[in-house]
């Protein structure tokens, strides 16, 4: 009897040490609703990653996911809306990277910090940014337009979606580390700069794939090159910057989820393993490559550590350019 009492009381405490590891609001949860804010209008890549995502969550978990799009404010209201929710799992922003490694430099007065405020849960997909150019310029490798840039510094022009947009930082950070300047022409988003380089109004533009893809399928944009350091599946043949001969420069245009400050680090990987099973399933890859993204799921670690990564260089290259928000 005395021994059956103390196995009983072993697997007992064995059981408490158990939920002690992993916390009952994290075992139960969700129990509610969840909310993935998305600071910008329907039908962007993040809008849409959220949604597939989340639609994966509602039938995994039989929780409704909830989207809400609170554009505004180059993506800052959406953003600071979900820094100052509650830390309770069940509020996350999806956005794209620059606004947690780019947005603290260039505007002022920022109510929140997002490296501070917001804690990371997952990337999501990966849209590259390219160097492309008129089909009728000259230019044919990133060598001719340093040349012509080395030789007219601050007088080659390129166009991006917008001033501190990360189009325009990578393309400054292309000048830094090649000792020369262009000329910003910005455009009210990608789709205006992409048709402005394809029309020949500006010779070269720092676009992202999914705006600059009519135009390379219709011959009308010439792709140079690559930003990210490594080679992307939608456009395999594209040689990076670096096989060109331009060190340094590695990024891309990602799509993330981030949560407020506190939320429980049991609920944040609980969520960040399923999104990664959501995003390695055959239709959401699929869905995704149509929009011209591909997925990238990632730790938070990895993640944490790949914004404040990017969120230092980004900063050099704010300074040096002396950009600011409009």
């Not at 910005?186 to 029309?199: F, L, Q, R, T």
């Not at 990664?276 to 890859?285: E, M, P, R, T």
Request: proline share 7%; glycine share 8%.
């Amino acid at each position: 009897m005395k021994r059956r009492m103390l196995l009983k009381s072993g697997l007992a405490a064995a059981a408490a040490l158990a939920a002690g590891c992993f916390p009952a609001h994290a075992q139960s949860w969700p129990a509610k609703p969840i909310r993935f804010i998305v600071p910008y209008s329907p039908g962007g890549v993040s809008d849409i990653a959220a949604r597939l995502v989340g639609a994966k969550l509602t039938e995994a978990w039989g929780q409704q996911v909830i989207i809400e799009n609170r554009p505004g404010g180059n993506g800052t209201i959406g953003t600071a809306a979900a820094a100052k929710s509650a830390p309770d799992g069940y509020t996350f922003v999806v956005a794209t990277v620059g606004d947690f490694t780019i947005t603290q430099h260039i505007v002022k007065n920022l109510s929140y910090d997002p490296l501070v405020d917001l804690v990371p849960v997952t990337s999501l997909t990966d849209t590259p940014n390219i160097v492309g150019v008129n089909a009728g310029s000259p230019y044919k490798t990133m060598k001719d337009i340093l040349d012509a840039a080395r030789k007219d510094p601050g007088k080659v022009g390129y166009a991006s979606p917008g001033v501190g947009a990360i189009n325009q930082l990578v393309m400054e950070w292309i000048a830094n580390v090649s000792g020369t300047s262009f000329n910003h022409i910005p455009y009210k988003g990608g789709a205006p700069s992409g048709a402005a380089v394809a029309a020949g109004d500006v010779a070269i533009g720092l676009l992202s794939v999914n705006s600059a893809l009519p135009h390379i399928k219709s011959g009308k944009i010439r792709v140079i090159a690559i930003t990210s350091s490594e080679r992307s599946p939608l456009v395999p043949d594209v040689p990076t910057l670096r096989e060109q001969g331009v060190d340094l420069v590695d990024a891309s245009n990602y799509t993330l989820m981030l949560a407020p400050k506190g939320t429980p680090t049991e609920i944040i990987t609980k969520l960040s393993g399923e999104i990664a099973k959501a995003l390695n399933a055959a239709d959401i890859k699929e869905k995704m490559a149509a929009a011209a993204a591909v997925v990238i799921p990632s730790s938070p670690a990895d993640l944490g550590a790949r914004l404040k990564r990017e969120a230092a260089a980004f900063k050099v290259i704010v300074e040096k350019a002396k950009i600011t928000a409009e």
